[in-house]
């Protein structure tokens, strides 16, 4: 079974400020990746889909790169309403999503 | 717009069934495959169930297999599932989620509903 390690769990970032989270498979899933951004007591929010494409309406301040094993969402300069918990899912095979990454204020 | 509207959660004691509905509108249901994904409390996200849009296909995770069933009705535009022998550990928000492109299975999700809560415990 593909498993899925996301890095950090938590991190701590002031507005404005360049955050990186990454996403390890434990084997290769090409570009078949995902990341959602989730906020207390809401439902799950598609960001970027195929590694590296953004959905429709979200802002260009997201980016995703990655593929093979190794990946990574980073957001450029990070605005208040980017406090939230973030996931990465692969969708190679079914679907499993990595433990989450908490961006909270500095 | 595009809306998922979640119904059926509830308290349930082990081993009993529960009957989870997702009502869909604006949007052609009978065109997209549905999922399921829950999420206990304070923890993250795992994938249940999906159907493909005409039911043909339909795949389980390992911790459900053989308890949950997937089902929709697209003459209701209403997804389903079917919980048979709860656990302690099936406790979680359930929420039903659209796959992103039309009669493929993608497996990325770009609506969501806000999820009903399911609470196994004697």
């Known amino acids: 079974d593909i498993q899925m390690t996301q890095s950090p769990s938590s991190l701590s970032a002031s507005v404005g400020d360049r955050v990186t989270i990454t996403c390890r498979a434990s084997?290769?899933?090409?570009?078949?990746l995902n990341w959602y951004q989730q906020k207390p007591g809401k439902a799950p929010y598609l960001l970027i889909y195929g590694a590296s494409t953004l959905q429709n309406g979200v802002p260009s301040r997201f980016s995703g790169s990655g593929s093979g094993t190794d990946f990574t969402l980073t957001i450029s300069s990070l605005q208040p309403e980017d406090f939230a918990t973030y996931f990465c899912q692969q969708s190679y095979m079914n679907l499993l999503f990595g433990g989450g990454t908490k961006v909270e204020i500095k | 717009q595009v809306q998922l509207v979640e119904s059926g959660g509830g308290v349930v004691q082990p081993g009993r069934s529960l009957r989870l509905s997702c009502a869909a509108s604006g949007f052609t249901f009978s065109s997209y495959g549905m999922h399921w994904v829950r999420q206990a409390p304070g923890k993250g996200l795992e994938w249940v169930a999906v159907t493909w849009y005409d039911e043909s296909i339909k795949f389980y995770a390992d911790s459900v297999k053989g308890r949950f069933t997937i089902s929709r009705d697209n003459s209701k535009n209403t997804l389903y599932l079917q919980m048979d022998s709860l656990r302690d550990e099936d406790t979680a928000v359930y929420y039903c989620?659209?796959?992103?492109?039309?009669?493929?299975?993608?497996?990325?999700?770009?609506?969501w509903g806000r999820g009903t809560l399911v609470t196994v415990s004697s």
């Open positions: 989620a659209r796959d992103r492109v039309p009669s493929l299975n993608s497996a990325s999700l770009d609506y």
């Open positions: 084997q290769n899933i090409y570009t078949y």
